[in-house]
């Protein structure tokens, strides 16, 4: 290569990159590059140049730990030092992907991308998260909520680390088996979207993991973390975020699944569009079935892209004995796979067999629904008035929404709550005794009954995020503001596009 030579003749190469951001097809916007096709002009310290930083001064005693030759950039930590070594650079995204080729020449070598944000505080010298690429494994590290947490690093320090913060911190960090050859070339690709980090090599999936420390909102620094020893060449950070002016143009795309038994779908559908389009910047699509039985399915769920195009999915059908699990799984896989949804009223009661009036245990065949919507319902009172009140007042959901009583609704039991569900609004409901019951016993008392009917679940690998309430069977509660700005609520959350306040973020207040 003609860099090599010129190289090889002693001849000073010097190729610093500072331009305005580009677009790269397909794959966000362009933030920096470096192919390190420089040379240095001493060799008795770290000299990368292109707004690099090394930690050699400080960690190693001066001594060159970096050095760039034959157009790429060799790191190796020096005898002499007491950390790794950590070669960074400012790069500031929300959602962001690193590229670099990268050769491992020793088995115990490794290459650490860490992500970071010297901004935050509450954590160690602003780690967020990692991804370490091994001879035979990935592993990928939530660090913002596991190891580098401030109290956290204090109490492992102090060795007061409690057995269940302990055992938290488990769940903080997930490893994948991959074997890499020695001395080879790879490519390498670190994405990160919300709160999912994901890798590739070679262009090929390796591994992804969800944790809330990777949703941090903006990771401000790169730092290439090594160990031993690593090669490195043409880096490439790319920001996934998207432009101001089109991200404040761009209606959330809701897709609305509506229709079965026992509810006038017709009118709740254009109610919910009404007031979900109303509140924020959104485009809601209404897929309605006229069938008005408990078997109803819905066409769009037979391709296995169904949620294609959708940025989250509102659940408002009501298919009791529809049963068939090839069915039920395409409609879950899209939620597996990090399409939120927001869930209504006999969503809750849909697509269940086998022993459902029990509690089923999680795993079991017929759990696969629940699973999704966090909480195990089988049954509802008579139509009474339900006080709704907050038991998490402080959840944006619910933040500043005051308490009310429905008119005539159905409460919703609760036979099972899974873990990862979060109760926020709780039914109070006192059903008069009927006609029946006096008959039988004039003396007959009024029945009390409670019930969790809002709340949020984490669900599958990826912790995609539901949003569910029970209420909704009348008319006249769905086209109740009050009731509206639950729902809408819910679905910012579920999207991540509330602040704490409640409130929509900027890009999709109502237009």
């Not at 009140?389 to 009583?405: Q, V």
Request: a negative charge; one cysteine or more.
């Amino acid at each position: 290569m003609l860099k090599h030579f010129l190289a090889a003749a002693g001849l000073l190469l010097v190729s610093v990159r500072l331009f305005s951001p580009v677009m790269a097809d397909d794959q966000g916007t362009l933030i920096f590059e470096d192919n390190f096709d420089r040379n240095e002009s001493q060799e008795l310290t770290d000299e990368v140049g292109n707004g690099w930083g090394t930690n050699s001064k400080s960690r190693a005693g001066g001594n060159k730990q970096v050095d760039l030759r034959d157009g790429a950039m060799h790191i190796t930590m020096h005898a002499a030092a007491d950390h790794a070594v950590s070669v960074t650079h400012p790069a500031e995204f929300c959602d962001g992907r690193v590229e670099m080729k990268f050769m491992l020449e020793n088995k115990s070598d490794s290459l650490g991308l860490n992500f970071a944000d010297l901004e935050y505080k509450q954590v160690w010298a602003g780690h967020l998260f990692k991804v370490i690429v091994g001879v035979e494994q990935v592993e990928l590290v939530d660090l913002k909520t596991g190891a580098m947490d401030l109290k956290t690093r204090e109490a492992r320090t102090a060795n007061t680390l409690t057995k269940q913060r302990a055992d938290e911190l488990k769940t903080k960090s997930k490893k994948f088996s991959h074997k890499l050859e020695m001395g080879k070339w790879y490519t390498v690709a670190a994405t990160v979207r919300g709160d999912t980090l994901s890798v590739a090599i070679d262009g090929k999936p390796i591994a992804s993991f969800a944790s809330e420390g990777m949703a941090h909102p903006t990771k401000r620094m790169l730092r290439l973390s090594i160990p031993k020893s690593v090669v490195v060449d043409d880096l490439k950070i790319f920001s996934l975020d998207k432009p101001a002016a089109e991200e404040a143009n761009t209606p959330l795309r809701v897709l609305l699944v509506a229709g079965g038994c026992c509810h006038d779908y017709a009118t709740q559908t254009q109610l919910l569009k009404e007031g979900i389009e109303k509140r924020m910047n959104a485009r809601v699509t209404v897929e309605l079935s006229t069938s008005t039985t408990t078997e109803t399915t819905f066409a769009i769920y037979n391709s296995d892209d169904w949620a294609k195009g959708y940025d989250v999915v509102i659940h408002d059908e009501c298919s009791a004995n529809v049963t068939e699990q090839p069915y039920i799984d395409r409609i879950l896989a899209a939620h597996r796979m990090g399409t939120p949804a927001v869930n209504l009223h006999c969503a809750m009661h849909s697509y269940r067999w086998g022993e459902f009036r029990s509690p089923v245990a999680v795993n079991a065949e017929n759990a696969r629904w629940y699973e999704m919507i966090g909480v195990q319902s089988t049954a509802h009172g008579a139509k009474s008035p339900i006080d709704i009140i907050f038991s998490d007042a402080t959840h944006p959901i619910t933040k500043g929404l005051a308490p009310w009583t429905t008119i005539d609704e159905e409460l919703y039991n609760n036979i099972s709550v899974y873990s990862g569900t979060t109760a926020l609004v709780n039914g109070n409901q006192l059903t008069p005794p009927n006609k029946k019951e006096l008959q039988q016993n004039p003396n007959s008392q009024a029945k009390q009954a409670s019930a969790v009917v809002a709340w949020t679940n984490l669900y599958g690998p990826s912790k995609t995020r539901i949003f569910s309430t029970s209420l909704g069977h009348q008319n006249e509660t769905v086209a109740d503001a009050k009731y509206m700005d639950l729902v809408v609520r819910g679905l910012l959350w579920a999207t991540d596009h509330i602040t704490e306040d409640g409130k929509p973020t900027p890009a999709y207040v109502s237009r």
